[in-house]
């Protein structure tokens, strides 16, 4: 039994994609929920703590609970995605056991070009693409890759999909280059670039460290009609009653070939590991046509919503939604009986 405090986050009240106001705001109360009904059933004793503005209510849990953990759900700090990273930091400082990856890979992940540069350079397979900090990058005399068409454009710094729509894939160099100067304009960051891979989208979900284990794996089922873009964008994943949202479901097991169920496995384990990722994470894949998968995200700290990927992944394994909270509870309490080991030895 463990005191744990569950550290969240409020996300930016809206975003460009709803200005009236933020869906994933609900989702991440209905996670504090879920992780704190499991924790409970668990017999671990938790309790609540919110951040908005100030971090000092994370300093005084840590001195008020000497000995207890931290479950780790904030993504995200004044309205950043970039302090998905500052907060793993700060509670390494505080010398407190957490759940979740560590400030390297969650700030590495956070960075998609970063991440397709490590994944290329372990010869794990990505679609190729590039960075876009500038609409001029976008001349062949800038240095252009040679990609084919039909590319896909994303904002670099985002997660949950934010700033991805059927827009984004582009099929000529003028759409191309009114695609990356919306995303510089309406989210002021990079864009990257890579080619559109049109077919099956795969999440792989990895749990555990020591070995990292693949769950089994789930597939988004699109229903739209044809010729409409199959995109896992903003609204699919958020906007409740939106068309996409309502025609995009996710099925596990997914129905896919021994042999590429083991190498998608494979290769989530891998891309788990090359960006340091901890107890527990998603890595997205497409299949081409070939039905060869390529590595489109690596996700550290995904959603653990009881119903998202993560948690339909684990309920396939059998181990179910406590199951999946126990191996990352189990996880964070072992890293704290080493810290704990290191301040006795100092």
Not at 121 to 146: I, N, Q
Not at 152 to 180: C, H, M, N, Q, T
Request: proline share 8%.
């Amino acid at each position: 039994m463990a005191e744990v405090g569950i550290l969240w986050c409020k996300p930016p009240e809206a975003l460009p994609e709803s200005p009236a106001g933020n869906p994933d705001d609900e989702d991440v109360i209905v996670e504090v929920i879920a992780v704190e009904g499991s924790l409970k059933r668990l017999g671990h004793i938790p309790s609540r703590i919110y951040i908005e503005e100030d971090i000092a209510p994370v300093g005084s849990w840590v001195r008020e609970h000497p000995g207890g953990v931290i479950f780790n759900l904030c993504e995200s700090f004044r309205g950043s995605n970039l302090a998905h990273a500052n907060m793993p930091a700060l509670l390494e400082l505080l010398g407190v056991a957490y759940s979740g990856s560590g400030p390297v890979a969650c700030g590495l992940t956070t960075h998609k070009s970063l991440v397709k540069a490590v994944l290329t350079g372990l010869g794990l397979p990505t679609p190729r693409g590039f960075l876009a900090r500038r609409v001029e990058d976008l001349v062949p005399a800038a240095g252009l890759p040679d990609l084919p068409f039909p590319l896909i454009v994303k904002p670099a710094l985002e997660d949950a999909s934010v700033g991805i729509d059927e827009a984004s894939v582009v099929d000529d160099r003028p759409a191309l280059a009114a695609r990356v100067a919306y995303v510089h304009e309406r989210y002021a960051q990079d864009a990257v670039v890579e080619q559109y891979i049109d077919g099956r989208e795969i999440n792989a979900a990895v749990i555990g460290n020591d070995p990292p284990v693949p769950l089994p794996l789930s597939e988004i089922v699109f229903t739209y009609p044809e010729g409409k873009r199959k995109v896992v964008g903003y609204r699919s994943k958020w906007v409740h009653d939106s068309f996409e949202y309502r025609n995009t479901k996710g099925v596990c097991p997914a129905s896919v070939e021994p042999e590429v169920e083991r190498r998608i496995k494979e290769l989530a384990v891998a891309a788990y590991k090359a960006t340091l990722c901890r107890d527990y994470g998603r890595v997205d894949f497409r299949l081409d046509p070939q039905g060869r998968p390529w590595i489109l995200e690596v996700n550290a700290n995904p959603d653990i919503t009881d119903g998202a990927g993560q948690a339909r992944a684990a309920r396939g394994s059998g181990q179910g939604y406590d199951g999946l909270i126990k191996v990352i509870i189990e996880e964070t309490l072992a890293r704290r009986g080493v810290i704990e080991g290191t301040r006795s030895l100092a």
